[in-house]
């Protein structure tokens, strides 16, 4: 489902939701409220939401480094491949082409085939470690031919660790979700909470407090949607593309 048609299927069903409940309450108790319960039960919202304010924060926040560092990962551990090639270049015999070549089939591998199981939230397989497995063995199998050559294998070889580093970040974040149980439920029974707090102002109209009540209910779950979708950098709303691995494909093409 298109995630603005599915936000907006989110935000009306729960301003549908409260809006029956504040006309229930409303209904069944007093048509204008009961304005003795304003004091106290200003109060108690005032802790209540801003406290939920703080927890919803923190989430979002959170949620949102993970996923511009996991973008900037995917770059990392592109260019770092790509690296990997252009130091090998320097290296005499046919060690460059073999390297680009490994290289390339890493690239195609990732973009081909462990994108669409990262955005669906399935376990990646396929021979994405051993492929980089054969990338190590044909950068230390490389002959270097005095000490400029040296160096740019050690290069080479140092810039092969970032990729398999930036590779097992990647895994982890694409299945290691941020939002555990307990704190959706912190999220979601604290959003409940402070949606029927104002049920027990009085002194307004039925319209009034039906359109506020409603209005709360809808800007809540709209920041719990955008929680939800989060989750996963590589699919949902973030829906992170693999360019950086495209361009690594053009670079060693």
Known sequence: MNTYLAGSLWVLSS???AALVAYLVRRIGQDEGRPGNNDAAGQVFTIVSGLHAVVVAFVLITLFDTVSSARAGTYDEAESLVA???AVDALPGE???EVRGLGRDYAGTVVDAEWPQMRGGQDVTGPGWEQLDRLRAAVLAAEADGEWQEERKSEAAARLDEVYEKRQERLNTAFDRS???VVW?????????CVLLPNLFGGTRMATHIIVVSTLAGALSLLLFAIYQLQNPFGGGSWIEPDAFRW???RLG
Do not use: D, P, Y
């Open 15 to 17: 301003v549908l939701a």
């Open 84 to 86: 990997v090639a252009w």
């Open 95 to 97: 060690a460059g082409s």
């Open 179 to 181: 939002v555990v149980a």
């Open 185 to 193: 439920f912190v999220l979601i029974a604290g959003s409940v909470i």
């Open 248 to 250: 690594a494909l053009a």
